[in-house]
């Protein structure tokens, strides 16, 4: 989907409520009731406005917090963090760099053998595409992660 000039109407048709919901007003999915928060297939995660590519597979591990959880991004130059102060403490929000795609939350409490964080993301706010489709859906660079 074409970022650059998009409309807010034209968002509301190409994005499902709770899609439009976590990505353009900053909500959060209802945990344990999204597709990919225990979803290990491989492939790769995209902002589903954008198509940007931001996390890998091989990077996404069981959290049991309920969302898709990922040690690091597929290119940190693809997300931006920022300051959260919306709730009872400060959180660093996660965004797609192209899309400004509210994605979810970084935590300091991953696993320490990966790279100790905690990249909490909504469902809504990713599509996946198997690594056997890559190729088909312009992701050819990204292969090689599965090599």
Not at 38 to 46: A, K
Not at 47 to 73: I, Q, T
Not at 87 to 99: G, H, P
Request: net charge neutral.
């Amino acid at each position: 989907m074409k970022t650059k000039n998009i409309t807010k109407k034209e968002l509301k048709e190409n994005l499902t409520d709770i899609q439009y919901h976590v990505t353009q007003e900053n909500g959060t999915e209802k945990p344990f009731e999204n597709p990919y928060h225990d979803y290990f297939e491989e492939g790769i995660y995209v902002d589903v406005v954008s198509g940007e590519a931001l996390f890998s597979s091989k990077d996404k591990f069981k959290s049991n917090c309920g969302w898709p959880s990922f040690s690091k991004p597929i290119n940190k130059e693809a997300i931006i963090t920022k300051a959260d102060n919306k709730l009872f403490r400060t959180r660093t929000e996660v965004r797609s760099k192209n899309a400004n795609s509210h994605l979810g939350h970084v935590f300091e409490d991953g696993p320490k053998e990966l790279t100790g964080l905690r990249y909490c993301i909504n469902s809504a706010a990713l599509r996946f595409i198997a690594k056997e489709d890559l190729v088909k859906e312009g992701y050819k660079e990204y292969l090689s992660i599965f090599e």
